[in-house]
C-alpha cells in the first residue's frame, strides 16, 4: 500500500529523490508548526504525544503542533492518502523492514546518520540493534522510539484454577486448550477481522519451521525461493490452533482484535496472543484481568521444528524526520526531546506500557512486570523476526494477508497459499 502510494509520489515528481542528510550543526528554529503522524490514536495512548507536545511547548512558546494521532489499523490507509497527496508531515510513524524502505528508497526519509548513528550523543542513548532496524546501506533513517514483541498472555488465576502451566511444545498448547474449553473459558481469543493477527501466528510459526537463511532470504522477491516444507507446517499448525483453540474458529476473520483483546481482559478466554505494547491496556487498572494476573510465554514451537525456536517475533517502531521538511531541525529537537530519560520512562511505565528503546528506560520503577519480562526475552532472543506484513515487498505482504484470511476461513490449502504467494513474489522480481 505504502509502496504503490510513493510509486504515485515519484511519478508526479519525476522519480526518487535522495535523501537530505540532516546537518547535526543546524540550529533549530523554535517557530511555526510541527505536524506529526503518530500510531497512538485511542485510548490510553493519546495523551502521551499530546501531553510531549504542550510540555515542549512551554519550553518554546512559538512553536505550534498538528497531531494526526491513528490507531494501529487506521495508520496504513493515513500514510497511503498523505503520501499518495504529497502530503507527508514533518515526523511520521513508520514500521521496520519494506515499510520502512519504501519511505527511504522515495526519498522521503531524512538521513539521520550525524545525528543518531551509533557513536553519536544521541544514537549512543539507544541499543545498537533498535537503530539498525531502521538503517539501509549503512545509513539510519528512523528515531527507534519503543521495541516490541510478541507472546502469548494468559490469566493466572484461570490456569492455576485448572492445574494448567504455560506449555513449551506446540502440542502441550493445543492440549491445554481441551482443558480451557472443558471448563467453559474460549482457550484462545482470536479477532482477525484486519488480517494482521493472523500474519503474526505464521510469521512466529515460519521462524520456528524454516531455516533461518531461507526465511531470511524468502522475504526478498530477488532471493526468494519459498520452497522449504516448514511453510506448509506452519500453516498446518495455524489452522490446527485456529480450529481446536478459538471460539470463533472460521468465522474469526469477522471478529476485532480489539474484542479478542477485551475478552482476555475480562476473564472470558484463558490466552490471547499480543505485544507488548498491548499488555498495560489489556491488564488495565480496572480490569479483571489485572485482579487475576497477567502472564506470558512465547507462542512455543512443534519439538521437532527445523527453524530457530530461539527466535522471536517483533521489532522496534519508530519516527522517521521527512526529508522534505522545512522543518527538519526543529523535528530532530522535539524527537530528541521526546526521547530523553524521563520522556523514556514515562513512555514505558503504564498506562502506555510502551518500552522505550532508549537504554535503562524499563526498569522495575516505572514498568509492569509483564513488560519487563518481554523485553528481557526480547534482548535474550537469538533473532527478532520482524512482522510479515511488513518485512517483505506490498504485493508479497498482500498475497500473505489473503492466504491467512484464507486458511482461517478454511478456503484453501496451505498449498495454495503457497502458490498464490509464490506467484506475487516472482511477479514483483
Same mark, same amino acid.
Given at each position: ?213 531461507? %526465511?531470511? !532470504? #524468502? @522475504? ?11 511453510? +506448509?507446517? &506452519? ?94 531541525? %526543529?523535528? !530532530? #529537537? @522535539? ?11 514515562? +513512555?514505558? &511505565? ?80
Amino acid at each position: 500500500m505504502a509502496g504503490a502510494a510513493l510509486a504515485l509520489t515519484a511519478c508526479s515528481d519525476g522519480g526518487s529523490q535522495p535523501a537530505a542528510v540532516l546537518d547535526p550543526n543546524a540550529e533549530p528554529q523554535y517557530t511555526g508548526t510541527l505536524s506529526i503522524l503518530t500510531k497512538f490514536g485511542g485510548d490510553p495512548l493519546e495523551p502521551y504525544f499530546e501531553d510531549l507536545a504542550a510540555e515542549y511547548k512551554k519550553q518554546h512558546p512559538e512553536v505550534s503542533f498538528d497531531l494526526i494521532q491513528e490507531t494501529d489499523q487506521s495508520i496504513k490507509d493515513k500514510t497511503k492518502t498523505l503520501t499518495a497527496s504529497q502530503a507527508m508531515p514533518d515526523i511520521y510513524f513508520t514500521w521496520a523492514g519494506s515499510w520502512a524502505n519504501n519511505f527511504i528508497d522515495g526519498g522521503l526519509a531524512a538521513d539521520l546518520t550525524p545525528v543518531i548513528a551509533p557513536g553519536t550523543e544521541w544514537g549512543n542513548n539507544f541499543g545498537e540493534s533498535a537503530l539498525k532496524a531502521f538503517a539501509k546501506d549503512g545509513k539510519y533513517f528512523a528515531v527507534p522510539l519503543y521495541n516490541n514483541g510478541k507472546f502469548m498472555g494468559y490469566n493466572q488465576r484461570i490456569f492455576k484454577e485448572l492445574g494448567l502451566t504455560p506449555p513449551t511444545t506446540f502440542d502441550e498448547l493445543i492440549s491445554s486448550c481441551s482443558v480451557l474449553k472443558g471448563a467453559g473459558y474460549e482457550p484462545i481469543s482470536f479477532g482477525n477481522k484486519d488480517g494482521w493477527p493472523g500474519l503474526h501466528y505464521l510469521q512466529q510459526l515460519f521462524a520456528y519451521e524454516v531455516p533461518a537463511e531461507s %526465511l531470511q !532470504a #524468502d @522475504f526478498s522477491p530477488e532471493t526468494a525461493k519459498l520452497e522449504d516444507k516448514g511453510y +506448509l507446517k &506452519a500453516m498446518d499448525q495455524f489452522t490446527t490452533l485456529v480450529n481446536e483453540c478459538t471460539g470463533s474458529g472460521k468465522d474469526s476473520n469477522g471478529v476485532l482484535y480489539t474484542t479478542a483483546q477485551q475478552a482476555l481482559a475480562e476473564g472470558k478466554s484463558g490466552m490471547y496472543y499480543q505485544e507488548i505494547l498491548e499488555f498495560d491496556s489489556t491488564a488495565s487498572a480496572e480490569s479483571k484481568l489485572k485482579q487475576d494476573g497477567l502472564g506470558i510465554f512465547k507462542l512455543p514451537a512443534a519439538t521437532d521444528a527445523k527453524g530457530d525456536p530461539k527466535a522471536i517475533e517483533g521489532s522496534p517502531e519508530g519516527y522517521i524526520i521527512n526529508a522534505r521538511s522545512k522543518n527538519a531541525a %526543529l523535528a !530532530a #529537537d @522535539f524527537m530528541k526531546f521526546a526521547t530523553n530519560s524521563q520522556n523514556a520512562a514515562k +513512555l514505558s &511505565a503504564p498506562p502506555y506500557g510502551q518500552p522505550s528503546a532508549v537504554k535503562g528506560a524499563v526498569s522495575t520503577e516505572n514498568s509492569s512486570g509483564p513488560v519487563i519480562e518481554g523485553i528481557k526475552q526480547v534482548n535474550e532472543a537469538s533473532a527478532a523476526i520482524t512482522w510479515l506484513d511488513s518485512v517483505t515487498v506490498p504485493a508479497v505482504a498482500d498475497a500473505w494477508l489473503a492466504g491467512g484470511e484464507a486458511l482461517v476461513a478454511g478456503t484453501q490449502t496451505p498449498d495454495q497459499v503457497l502458490a498464490s504467494v509464490r506467484a506475487a513474489s516472482s511477479a514483483a522480481k
